[in-house]
């Protein structure tokens, strides 16, 4: 029942932080377009959102940080007025190819950028490129809406794991209490049904990353859940973040392979023997696997977490859509039917983010354990 109060309050926070989407300055229904909508919610920034659309919209500004041509540059990204002005000859990308990025100027200017366009005479979207500087060498380290989360994700898990290794300490043979009992029983079933199946007698030696990989993806799945400050950034939504912890897969498995996993590669054992030569396919496919196993990895959790994100979203676009065309009764009467179909696909999401949690982590179990397999005698 919780769960379900939560969810009608995060939906309904969503809902009426956005409602200025219903209506235009002048009062009369504004055509709602629910693409840029659900991609602004779904993808990095610079800034934080926390509320309303457009002009009026509320934001976290989050630092930036460049590097242009050696020289350091930090200011903060409210400087950009929503990505309209531009800021000491830095903007916001502004033509298709720069989109969501930091470029700069051909010359050091603030102000809006329409503006500085009306000054070179500059009368089309195509010709906006002209207004960027080509030849500048900017290195982009700033703090983006997802790493602010990774931070944030990466404090409470020290938080959580200091506490509950202290209360071991403290408790030593009594029954679990608080934050320890909430941790350990998913720390003991990563290790009886994950790690121990997958990788026998040497569990020990790579037990400590997979419950790292399994919280880290949990914490930041959960996290993605809920529409406010300090939720709502789509970390495991990120194919860079996925790509890096499925690089990670690949390294541990690669490194901790042995003789037999390579000569399974090279030589497959029960396996017809025109399948390897003169064409060595059966070597090819099998040489493939090796990189095919943590790509799909990486993308199996980033579609589905984006795909469930994308989805609430839509349910929720649906309310200004019905609200825009035919005006804002009928957009507040079509709120129930999205309401309960976001607390549906809000507890479904709840699962996903456990269930992507324990895929993961499983998966690189089984690889690491794989390349790990002695030779068997038939």
Not at 144 to 155: F, G, M, Q
Not at 210 to 223: A, G, R
Request: charged share 15%; aromatic share 14%.
């Amino acid at each position: 029942m919780k769960k379900i109060l939560f969810a009608l309050s995060t939906a309904f926070f969503l809902i009426f932080s956005t409602s200025s989407l219903f209506a235009s300055e002048t009062g009369e229904p504004e055509k709602f377009n629910p693409g840029p909508f659900i991609v602004e919610h779904v993808i990095d920034d610079y800034g934080w959102h926390i509320t309303g659309s457009g002009e009026k919209s509320v934001s976290i500004p989050l630092p930036v940080i460049l590097f242009d041509n050696g020289k350091p540059v930090v200011f903060m990204s409210s400087k950009f007025h929503h990505g309209h002005n531009a800021y000491k000859g830095y903007a916001i990308g502004f033509t298709p190819e720069t989109k969501r990025t930091i470029v700069k100027l051909s010359e050091n200017y603030t102000g809006e950028i329409t503006e500085l366009a009306e000054e070179k005479g500059i009368a089309n979207e195509e010709q906006m490129a002209q207004l960027i500087d080509a030849d500048a060498s900017i290195i982009d380290i700033s703090i983006t809406k997802n790493v602010c989360s990774l931070i944030i994700s990466i404090t409470i898990l020290l938080w959580l794991f200091l506490k509950v290794a202290k209360q071991y300490k403290q408790r030593e043979n009594k029954a679990p209490h608080g934050a320890q009992g909430l941790v350990e029983p998913l720390i003991l079933f990563i290790r009886d049904e994950v790690a121990i199946p997958s990788l026998g007698d040497k569990y020990e030696k790579y037990f400590p990353y997979l419950l790292t990989l399994f919280f880290f993806i949990l914490v930041n799945n959960l996290m993605g859940l809920i529409p406010i400050f300090p939720g709502g950034a789509n970390v495991t939504g990120n194919i860079a973040i996925t790509g890096i912890l499925a690089v990670i897969t690949f390294l541990m498995t690669t490194f901790s392979s042995n003789k037999n996993y390579w000569k399974h590669i090279v030589n497959t054992p029960g396996v017809p023997w025109f399948l390897k030569f003169p064409i060595p396919l059966m070597p090819v496919v099998e040489f493939i696997g090796i990189f095919t196993k943590p790509f799909v990895l990486m993308v199996r959790l980033f579609a589905n977490i984006t795909a469930g994100h994308i989805i609430a979203l839509g349910v929720i676009s649906l309310i200004f859509i019905f609200g825009g065309l035919y005006g804002p009764a009928l957009g507040y009467g079509v709120s129930v039917v999205s309401l309960l179909f976001y607390v549906f696909m809000g507890l479904l999401e709840c699962i996903v983010a456990f269930i992507q949690a324990f895929v993961f982590t499983l998966l690189t179990a089984l690889f690491t354990g794989m390349a790990m397999e002695e030779e068997h005698e038939h």
